[in-house]
Nanobody
């Protein structure tokens, strides 16, 4: 069974940094695409960034220049380096991996940014 687990969330002051990790298990192939999404209270889940197996990246406008997505295919692990955090970045951050037409989601990790 494929499992995706996020880690690295926490509490940080505005302007600070956090690094999220996403590790997949139960799969011998690397995901075609991996992505980070977030959901703030009362809002819909939104895209943060995605990265293909080949390293092509895509970012939401709200995080461009502040967040960096990366992955290690051999470990089926993905990262999100978040710098210059703002209170509006507060949300539950989810990672997912897509392969063979299926999307596998993690349970999420809370990121809280205080002003």
């Amino acid at each position: 069974q494929v499992q995706v687990v996020e880690s690295g969330g926490g509490f940080v002051q505005a302007g600070g940094s956090l690094r999220l990790s996403c590790a997949a298990s139960g799969i011998i192939f690397s995901f075609d695409v991996m992505g980070w999404y977030r959901q703030a209270p009362g809002k819909q889940r939104e895209l943060v960034a995605t990265i293909t197996r080949g390293g092509y990246t895509n970012y939401a406008d709200s995080v461009k220049g502040r967040f960096t997505i990366s992955r290690e295919n051999a470990k089926n692990t993905m990262y999100l380096q978040m710098n210059s955090l703002k209170p509006e970045d507060t949300a539950v951050y989810y990672c997912n991996g897509q392969i063979f037409g299926a999307v596998h989601w993690g349970q999420g990790t809370q990121v809280t940014v205080s002003s």
